[in-house]
């Protein structure tokens, strides 16, 4: 009994080896470090980093460059972009932007995401973010996003210590209070 066990074990890990060799057969080699942070397939859990998964490639490009290139700022980001080369980058940002956004679950208050939503309606944001907060090239999806990461964003435009968009984000956040910004979190948060 006990080496039908051990022998079931061997096969269980092969087996769970097999499954990640084919799951990830089409990641790009960088991309191993990304979802130690990001998540599997970039869907992250971590509530302030986020997700990759079905955002734009453009995007996701342009901030790898703006963080090698020091427009944007962060403790872990900018030494992992440091060396990349252009096509490393790109084909992170395809890779990312293929994956499916994973629901998080989030449970948004109702009362907030009809806030959320006058709010939007009231700023534009769709102007820029289109319908269902999709996004457009370098214009990201946020639809989905991780609450606090959402929140966090905000806060960083508002506060000026995010500055990498054309201005539009630092002149819309300003405008926006701690109550404001919740709401459009729960609102933002919530869609998928």
Known sequence: MKNLSAYGSRLLI?????????CFA???????????????????????????AGQNARYIYLQLRDFQEGRRQ??????????????????????????KLSNKNFRADPEKVKLGLAKAEETLCAMCHL???????????VAG?????IVKTLLDFKAKSRT???????????????????NLAHYIAGLN
Request: net charge negative; hydrophobic share 35%.
């Open 14 to 22: 092969g087996a769970m080896f097999c499954c990640t060799a084919l």
């Open 26 to 52: 089409d990641m790009p080699e960088q991309a191993a470090v990304c979802v130690a942070c990001h998540g599997p397939n970039g869907n992250s859990s971590m509530p302030n980093t986020p997700s990759l």
């Open 74 to 99: 962060n403790a872990m980001m900018s030494p992992m972009a440091a060396n990349l080369t252009r096509d490393e980058m790109r084909a992170l940002a395809t890779y990312f932007s293929e994956q």
């Open 131 to 141: 319908g269902e907060f999709r996004g457009q090239n370098e214009i990201p999806k």
């Open 145 to 149: 996003q991780n609450y606090d990461y």
């Open 164 to 182: 990498n968009d054309a201005g539009n984000m630092t002149s819309v956040a300003n405008t926006l209070s701690p109550t404001d910004i919740e």
